[in-house]
Nanobody, 116 residues
Framework: QVQLVESGGGLVQAGGSLRLSCAAPESTFRINGIGWYRQAPGKQREWVAT???????YHAASVRDRFTISRDNDKNTIFLQMNTLKPEDTAVYYCNLPRGTTPLNWGQGTQVTVSS
């Protein structure tokens, strides 16, 4: 089964920025698109954003106007640009198929830690 690979996490101060990357084969992306998710310690995994093959994007209310999902078609990479980070954004971030579809096996994710 295809497994997506996340990267780009790190430690950043509140108000800072990070850009996460998700390597996703075009054959996987073109069916329904890709979503970003996150899981904070002690909490359930939650949806963050989705990008469709059409280019339409959707963002959770908690990150709208701060996070932007995008895709580099040439590199088969999905990005999550995260600006104005807050301590509550601290989580392990994952990419996978969009909500409403059977997910692929979850990868290791990439840790994002925002210090206050």
């Amino acid at each position: 089964q295809v497994q997506l690979v996340e990267s780009g996490g790190g430690l950043v101060q509140a108000g800072g920025s990070l850009r996460l990357s998700c390597a996703a084969p075009e054959s996987t992306f073109r069916i329904n698109g890709i979503g970003w998710y996150r899981q904070a310690p002690g909490k359930q995994r939650e949806w963050v954003a989705t990008i469709r093959p059409t280019g339409l994007t959707y963002h959770a209310a908690s990150v709208r106007d701060r996070f932007t999902i995008s895709r580099d078609n040439d590199k088969n990479t999905i990005f999550l640009q995260m600006n104005t980070l807050k301590p509550e954004d601290t989580a392990v971030y994952y990419c996978n198929l969009p909500r409403g579809t059977t997910p692929l096996n979850w990868g290791q994710g990439t840790q994002v830690t925002v210090s206050s």
